[in-house]
Each structure stands twice: as C-alpha cells, then as structure tokens.
C-alpha cells in the first residue's frame, strides 16, 4: 500500500485534536475532502482507523498504531530531505527563523533540537520577533521561516499554514481568587493584582494593542522576561496572570480560566520567506521539524467537538 504523506499528516491532526473538522482546518482542506481522504486511509488499510463519537473521534488501536509509525516516516522524510540540501546549501550560510515570545517558551525550542541533532550540516539563527516584523522581514528576504499570529498577518501574500493553537487564558492560583469560575472578561481579570511580562515583550505589546484606550489599568506586582517563571509566579499566588494556553504544564497545580474576549483567540501560523529557491529543501525540513513539535504539544480541542465530526 501507497501512503501520501500529507494523508498522514491529516490523520496526525485528526488524532492529536479529536476532531476531523480541526484536522482539516489545520490542512487547509475542507470537511469533505478531509472525510474521503480518511474513508481512503481505511478502505486501504482494510481496518477502521477512526470511532466517531458525539464528542470528536479518536483513534482505533490500528489507528494508533497507524499514529505512530506516520510520526516517524514523516521525521525520516525531514532527515532525508536535509540530507539532500546538504549537497546544495553552504554549511556557512545559516536559516532564520523568527517567532514571537510565545512560539519561544516551547514550540521553538523543541523543534530545535530535534532539527539540529538530525540535521549537523545546517545552521539556524533564531531570534524573537513581533509577527509584523516577521512579516517584513520574510516578504524582503532577510528570513527563510517565522511562526506568527494569524489575526497580524492576513492578507500579507506570504505562503502559511496553520501550526496550531495559542489562545490565551487567566491563570492563578489553585484554590485561590478565580476557584469556580470558568471564563473572564479582561475587566474583571484587571480589578486584582496582576503578574505580567515585561512591557517590551511580544506578547504583553500583542495584549495591550487589543485592549485600546479605555482598558482597565492593570496592577502589576511584577513582570518578568519569561513565561515559565511568569506561570511559577501565578501558581505561588503572587498575583493573576494571562498567558497562552500552550504555555501551562498540565500537571501543574493552577487554577485556569478561558479570557472571554474576542481577541483571546488566536492561532499560529507558520509562514515562509521569499528567500532564493536553493535554501528551499533545508527550509522544509526546519518547518516539518516545527510542524511535529506543534504536533506533540498538549491539545488545547474544545470539549464540544463539531456534530459533523460524527460523519464518516
């Protein structure tokens, strides 16, 4: 049996949100063309590789099995692909990846290493940057790949995909202020003291940007240069805090909140420069490194999957 790898990519993202509509909309396909590649998965492989539920779907034992070996074929052909570029790319000319402070506390860093170790020919600088810098910057060429913001960088003629989830959510203290509660609005958030992170960081420019002139003035006990000391601080009690989602180990003791408004929802992007054609193949290799780190990361899938999920 053929397998094409962006089937298998799909079937990645289906299994790793419980959802087949989330699946599709990460692949940028539609509901029905991401159903008939799944039915095509399955006729193949003789099995069931999907149980629809009311509540998403999940993973037959052949399908997680089918997980499992996708994750490494799709690692395997990043490898080969880099081992390829190695015969087309100078070692001394290094790929840029740019990415904001959230993409930096885990999702870079993972892909880093899994690429550096696979890949010792190739060279990246990565530096942190607001999503419309890394915009300029990959539309003049001064970078191969960046992680951004999806409401930042509409309509800005670079080629993206989706990466997955960065939502942002209230954090403090478990047992604390916020027990009991599921959701706040920034206003409420903003009447009790507040840990934050430095006011020059992307993300605390990127909150404060959505709030406008007539936001509550906030509180901050203290801000800090990282998220996971940011975190440690709100679950000490120091003070509430927003951060994203993805941000947050869950088996540590916090009490979460969703952030009600609009703006609390967003997403990442992985968007790629217009950098000469020959960087191409290495360039790839780094964003399928990235892709499996998002990947890997803890599903942030709503309890309330979509109905239609529950078609074939």
């Not at 964003?287 to 309330?304: F, I, K, Q, V």
Request: net charge neutral.
């Amino acid at each position: 049996m053929r397998y094409d790898l962006d089937d298998l990519r799909l079937f990645l993202h289906i299994v790793t949100e419980g959802s087949i509509t989330a699946g599709a909309h990460r692949m940028h396909l539609s509901l029905p063309s991401a159903s008939a590649r799944v039915r095509s998965l399955e006729h193949h492989a003789g099995v069931p590789l999907l149980i629809r539920g009311r509540r998403g779907v999940r993973p037959t034992p052949a399908g997680t099995t089918l997980a499992r070996h996708a994750r490494d074929v799709l690692a395997q052909t990043a490898r080969l692909e880099s081992a390829v570029a190695s015969y087309t790319r100078s070692p001394a000319a290094p790929l840029t990846l740019l990415a904001g402070g959230s993409a930096m506390h885990r999702l870079v860093p993972q892909a880093l290493v899994s690429f550096l170790r696979a890949h010792p020919d190739v060279d990246v600088t990565v530096r942190e940057s607001r999503t419309p810098e890394t915009v300029r910057l990959l539309g003049d060429g001064e970078a191969d790949l960046g992680v951004v913001l999806d409401d930042e960088a509409r309509d800005c003629g670079l080629r993206m995909e989706p990466l997955g989830d960065d939502s942002l959510v209230v954090i403090g203290q478990a047992g604390g202020i916020t027990a009991g509660r599921t959701s706040l609005a920034y206003r409420e958030v903003a009447e009790h003291p507040l840990v934050g992170l430095d006011a020059g960081s992307s993300l605390r420019r990127w909150i404060e940007k959505h709030l406008g002139p007539h936001a509550p003035v906030a509180r901050y006990r203290t801000t800090v240069a990282d998220l996971g000391v940011l975190v440690a601080l709100a679950a000490a009690g120091v003070g509430l805090a927003v951060v994203p989602r993805r941000a947050i180990d869950p088996h540590q003791p916090l009490a979460v909140c969703e952030l009600a408004d609009p703006w609390a929802r967003r997403h990442h992007l992985l968007a790629w420069g217009v950098k000469d054609r020959v960087s191409s193949t290495a360039t790839a290799a780094l964003a399928e490194h990235l892709r499996n780190a998002a990947l890997s990361e803890p599903s942030s899938r709503t309890a309330h999957p979509d109905p239609m999920d529950r078609r074939p």
